[in-house]
């Protein structure tokens, strides 16, 4: 079974761009991961950039993998919303259990 998640972050427009992530979204992996090695801005848009992913774990030798669910990476999916509202009302109408938005403010992760 999987825990699927939305990763996303607002830009300086005030709009939000998130993915979809399949499996293990739940706090104690997704939320560790995020913190550790995706911890800037930077970092939240290079992940969010890379579109739709199946999972993000690290490998024996500490380096993270990123899964993606097609090898064509021109059919990724990067979701888009004018609001916060809108955001969090996509999340609501979704199978996704958790969602996790980069806080430019708090230079952290935040969830739900």
């Not at 830009?11 to 104690?28: E, I, L, M, P, T």
């Not at 999916?77 to 996704?96: K, Q, V």
Request: glycine fraction near 4%; include cysteine; aromatic fraction near 16%.
């Amino acid at each position: 079974m999987s825990t699927r998640s939305m990763i996303a972050f607002q830009d300086a427009d005030s709009n939000f761009y998130a993915v979809y992530c399949h499996f293990d979204g739940y706090v104690f992996h997704m939320g560790k991961m995020l913190q550790t090695y995706f911890n800037s801005m930077e970092k939240a848009i290079e992940l969010v950039n890379e579109g739709e992913l199946r999972s993000v774990d690290v490998d024996k030798d500490g380096n993270v993998e990123l899964e993606h669910f097609v090898e064509d990476f021109e059919k990724r999916e990067i979701e888009y919303y004018d609001s916060m509202e809108d955001m969090l009302n996509a999340f609501r109408n979704s199978d996704r259990e958790f969602i996790y938005l980069w806080d430019d403010d708090l230079e952290g992760w935040v969830y739900r």
